[in-house]
């Protein structure tokens, strides 16, 4: 199986700056990876996905690297405002089964 | 549309009982997945179903069941509830079940479970 792992502690940042968030993975590179927003007392929501074969992903404020030779991908948010605060999780498939990492908390500061 | 539907939104239990958490989808969704969430370990699958009829293990399986009757419904049961299983349990949902499909997965707003 995956081990996902994402900086537990929290992330605060001051508004208007870029926040960045790390996701790494073990063992086999998966087809792709998501991240996903959850705020408190909610279900996870999905946010972006990144396959194995792309370097980058761009969604408005969102943007989003997969690097498969450092098993990793970077999140990151630009000018950042504090409804972005949220808890942030990434999420990879393989063989039909999701790991999700235990996701890292953003604090945005106005 | 009201995407994926979980009841109760709360339960307590008393070790020893059964329980089921009720999961429906009204998106026509043939991938759908059950998750607990704890305190730093993140979302842990459980059990999850590819269509109709077929249903497989996740991670952490051992002491609950389920079943997929229909495309829209997926119960998940405790069959003898301990106090380890106190949890938030999350169904999801995504479009179809191929690995090569970049659907997303639809998440219900979760079951708090207590087990005491």
């Known amino acids: 199986s995956q081990k996902i792992e994402q900086n537990s502690e929290a992330l605060n940042i001051q508004e208007g700056k870029t926040a960045t968030l790390t996701c790494n993975y073990t063992n086999y590179s998966p087809a792709y990876l998501q991240w996903y927003r959850q705020d408190p007392g909610r279900g996870p929501v999905f946010l972006l996905l990144i396959r194995e074969n792309e370097k980058e992903k761009r969604k408005e404020r969102l943007k989003v690297t997969f690097d498969t030779t450092l098993k990793q991908s970077l999140f990151h948010i630009t000018a950042s405002q504090p409804a972005d605060s949220a808890t942030y999780l990434c999420?990879?498939?393989?063989?039909?089964?999701?790991?999700f990492g235990s996701g890292t908390k953003l604090n945005v500061k106005p | 549309n009201a995407g994926v539907t979980q009841t109760p939104k709360f339960q307590v239990l008393k070790t020893g009982q059964s329980m089921t958490l009720q999961c429906a989808q009204d998106?026509?969704?043939?991938?759908m997945s059950w998750y607990r969430q704890d305190p730093g370990m993140g979302l842990r699958l459980i059990h999850y179903?590819?269509?109709?009829?077929?249903?497989d293990q996740g991670e952490v399986p051992n002491g609950y069941n389920v079943s997929r009757s229909t495309t829209e419904d997926f119960p998940l049961r405790l069959l003898s509830a301990a106090p380890s299983q106190t949890s938030v349990y999350f169904c999801?949902?995504?479009?179809?079940?191929?690995?090569?499909?970049?659907?997303?997965?639809?998440f219900g707003d979760g079951t708090r479970l207590s087990i005491l």
């Open positions: 999801a949902s995504r479009k179809d079940r191929g690995s090569a499909s970049n659907q997303p997965q639809h």
């Open positions: 999420a990879v498939y393989n063989f039909n089964k999701f790991y």
């Open positions: 179903s590819v269509g109709a009829g077929i249903t």
């Open positions: 998106m026509n969704h043939e991938y």
